[in-house]
């Protein structure tokens, strides 16, 4: 097969020809690098054979290259040529029938992709569901419980008597203030009645004390009286002897004598008597005044410390009315505190309100997916959604804006439930 000169430099620049060409040429020169060197019969001998052998395979291989690239070579300008000779209405047809199939195949990679999403949204969105179920209902059992605690706190406060805004509760208060006040006033009057009779013991135990000494009086003057009535007695017997010695004219006085002294051992032993007695007494009164003073240092001591007592006792009941308005203030402000937790706790509602739309939506858009309807406007699927907001918090970020904090008056101050 002849190939024109056109044809023949179409197959040189495809690569035909150089391949067929350059081989024969490399082999060549690496068959002529001994040739160099010193050569001899057999190096020429061997380069005289690669020689032939190149020749050979250009005249047997070279064809049949030309053959097969000038076919393809063939087809092509046969392929010009019938575009050239084809109208250019039908060519842009078949240009517009290419970019329709490039079309289609973009569109079905489209609905392959969008398969797979929708599949992807149906395996993956019942799950969520799932999930903001799950965490709806153990977020509300949790808090439900918590709230309840919290409550009962609450009222076992307002039982103790630690609200400031129940009216029975502060009164309660008050009373026991005020039955603590009673008790101190009544202890006030025990002390001085305790001091009181520490004082009349002092008192008794004096006047005992003036009485031992009363009786030492009376010893000496039994004393006095027992020393008279001996020397009445000597001067008795001094005036018998002195009327024994006058005879008959001192008869009358012998008597006198006589009588005086009868009269003063009468008055001897009635002294005797006096100091006997005295001497009792005094003994007695003296025991009775040990005693009494041991008594009195018994009773004032035990008087000493009971007063002690009753003035702890006060000192307790005032520390335990400044403790008992303490701890009802410390009370009040747990509770109060308490409060403010459950008032904190709301959250869960506002959690599970928020949820509950969350999981109407994700059930909405798994319904649309499942049952193949058209897809919503956006627009429209946003003004459904915004139909069932109940709280502030959820048209802000339904909006995209920002909550207020409560110190900019978007908290609770009471408990309520929603």
């Not at 006997?276 to 009494?292: C, F």
Request: hydrophobic share 40%; proline share 2%; glycine share 6%.
């Amino acid at each position: 097969m002849r190939l024109s000169k056109r044809s023949w430099k179409q197959q040189y620049q495809n690569g035909g020809i150089k391949l067929a060409v350059l081989l024969p040429l490399l082999v060549l020169f690496f068959a002529a690098l001994p040739l160099f060197s010193r050569a001899g019969p057999l190096q020429f001998l061997s380069f005289l054979g690669v020689i032939i052998s190149a020749i050979a395979w250009k005249k047997w291989q070279a064809p049949s290259i030309i053959e097969e690239d000038g076919a393809a070579t063939v087809t092509q300008l046969k392929e010009q040529t019938i575009v050239q000779a084809v109208p250019a209405d039908i060519v842009e047809t078949a240009t517009a029938t290419d970019i329709d199939r490039e079309q289609v195949s973009e569109v079905r990679s489209f609905e392959s992709e969008l398969d797979n999403r929708t599949d992807f949204y149906k395996a993956v969105l019942p799950i969520w569901q799932n999930h903001v179920v799950s965490v709806k209902e153990k977020t509300e059992t949790a808090v439900t419980q918590l709230i309840e605690s919290f409550s009962s706190l609450v009222k076992q406060f307002d039982d103790a008597g630690f609200s400031s805004q129940s009216g029975g509760s502060t009164a309660q208060h008050k009373s026991t203030l005020d039955l603590l006040d009673l008790c101190r006033n009544d202890l006030k009057p025990l002390i001085e009645q305790l001091e009181r009779m520490i004082d009349n013991k002092s008192e008794m135990i004096e006047a005992i004390g003036g009485l031992a000494a009363s009786t030492a009086d009376l010893k000496d003057m039994a004393h006095s009286v027992s020393s008279i009535a001996a020397q009445t007695n000597l001067l008795a017997i001094n005036a018998s002897i002195e009327a024994a010695r006058a005879g008959v004219h001192g008869r009358g006085f012998a008597v006198v004598a006589g009588e005086v002294r009868r009269l003063s051992l009468i008055s001897a032993e009635t002294g005797n008597t006096i100091t006997n007695r005295v001497t009792e007494i005094t003994s007695v009164v003296k025991e009775t005044l040990k005693a009494a003073q041991k008594a009195n240092a018994n009773d004032r001591a035990m008087l000493l410390k009971s007063g002690n007592v009753v003035r702890d006792v006060l000192g307790h009941v005032q520390d335990l009315g400044a403790s008992a308005e303490t701890m009802r203030q410390q009370g009040e402000v747990i509770r109060n505190d308490v409060e403010n937790l459950i008032v904190t706790l709301q959250y869960q509602d506002r959690v599970s309100q928020m949820l509950a739309v969350l999981d109407r939506d994700i059930g909405k858009l798994i319904s649309t997916y499942q049952d193949n309807l058209a897809f919503p406007d956006k627009d429209q699927w946003m003004k459904d959604l915004e139909t069932y907001y109940t709280m502030d918090d959820q048209l802000f970020n339904h909006a995209n804006i920002k909550a207020p904090s409560k110190d900019e008056g978007g908290g609770e101050t009471e408990i309520t439930f929603f």
